[in-house]
């Protein structure tokens, strides 16, 4: 390591994935580790908040000090802590918030506390060096759907987020419905390929007084009750083609309103972010959008879209630069909002 060299070494607990990361001066990933707990949380259907905090005391010491030896460094070489705050699950962003303030007291390494969504977009800059604010970008995960603008490093404008269900979370809904099980997003973005997007039409929602808002919750009741009158009527269902139609109807909806805010705000520049962009179907139709109006278009490989640190660690360098230190009253806050700083 070259003495100016500016290592973070990253924390993320927020929802089921225990990580730790060290990111090099921003950009280059060192180590990326990350401990899922997908498996746990099946049988129930979805997370269960107390297992996944318990989940995360076990397994938190052990995934930082594998991020460590597999970034070939020890606690001497980092040079800040990042970890996500919030949002999430309190009891999980705790275990990582903890670890991370517990880390810094006893190393005197200084300590970032970071935002999820924001740790999202700048998974993006990790294989696109060239990308730079302002841009605009578009947050799909199982918590949230937000459209902003990246005005600078840490600067946003949210131009529209979703009115109830997340994009990810009408995915995770509908998958359990149709019997895909948890988790739902990648289990439809399987099955839709053997499907007939145009099978089923369902509602593409508009939100009254807002151009960028997003709401699902009645393409969800729209699928429920295609799926409970086909039930009446004694008629079989087409598992791929429900599913295909579904995740049209939001891809739909997510790049109408993206491509609208691009046309408004005249930036030539779209990244997508979160576990929901890693959907094989939202990618296609991104790119193919782009590329006929000529906007650069980013978005991260799937191993970035989902849950990690090496995205906490992006976002936590351009923090750090920028001044931003934490003290050890640093608390975990659910409902953070992007752009706020507590
Ligand atoms: O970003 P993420 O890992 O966690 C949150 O911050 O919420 O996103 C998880 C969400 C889940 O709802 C999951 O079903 C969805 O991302 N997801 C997908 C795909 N992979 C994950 N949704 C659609 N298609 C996918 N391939
Ligand atoms: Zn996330």
């Known amino acids: 390591m070259e003495q100016e060299d500016i290592l973070i070494l990253a924390i993320e607990s927020s929802c089921d994935e225990t990580a730790a990361a060290v990111v090099k001066n921003g950009r280059e990933v060192l180590s990326n580790i ?4 997908i498996a746990l949380h099946t049988v129930y259907g979805g997370v269960v908040p107390e297992i996944a905090s318990r989940k995360h005391i076990e397994k938190i010491d052990q995934v930082i000090r594998e991020a460590l030896t597999e970034a070939k460094v020890t606690l001497h070489d980092i040079t800040a802590i990042a970890v996500t705050y919030g949002p999430g699950l309190v009891g999980a962003l705790l275990v990582g918030v903890s670890m991370a303030k517990a880390i810094s007291l006893a190393s005197g390494i200084p300590l970032v506390g970071v935002h999820h969504i924001e740790g999202h977009i700048s998974a993006n800059y990790i294989e696109h060096k060239e990308l730079e604010p302002p841009f605009i970008s578009l947050v799909v995960s199982g918590g949230h759907s937000h459209l902003v603008t990246v ?3 840490g600067e946003y404008e949210i131009l529209g987020r979703t009115r109830d269900d997340a994009a990810g979370e009408a995915f995770d809904k509908i998958a359990r419905a149709i019997g895909l099980g948890y988790p739902g997003g990648p289990k439809i973005d ?3 390929k053997e499907g007939n997007a145009q099978a089923i039409h369902f509602p593409r929602a508009k939100v009254v007084g807002s151009d960028y808002d997003f709401s699902f919750s009645g393409l969800k009741s729209a699928v429920l009750n295609y799926l409970n009158s086909c039930e009446m009527k004694g008629l ?4 791929a083609d429900v599913a295909a139609s579904f995740q049209k109807a939001v891809v739909d909806v997510l790049l109408e309103h993206s491509m609208q805010a691009v046309e408004k705000y005249g930036l030539r520049k779209f990244a997508i972010a979160g576990g929901v962009a890693s959907n094989t179907s939202l990618r296609e139709a ?3 959008e782009c590329a006929v109006r000529n ?12 849950d990690n640190a090496a995205m906490i660690g992006v976002a936590g360098y351009y923090e750090y630069c920028k001044g931003v230190r934490h003290g050890y009253d640093l608390n975990a806050v659910p409902n953070l909002r992007l752009g706020e700083r507590i």
Do not use: H, L, R
């Open 295 to 306: 906007v650069a278009f980013y978005c991260p490989s799937p191993v970035y879209c989902t």
């Open 286 to 288: 991104f790119v193919e």
């Open 190 to 192: 399987a099955v839709s």
């Open 236 to 239: 079989p269902i087409c598992q």
């Open 151 to 153: 005005k600078d490093y």
């Open 34 to 37: 990350i401990s899922s707990q």
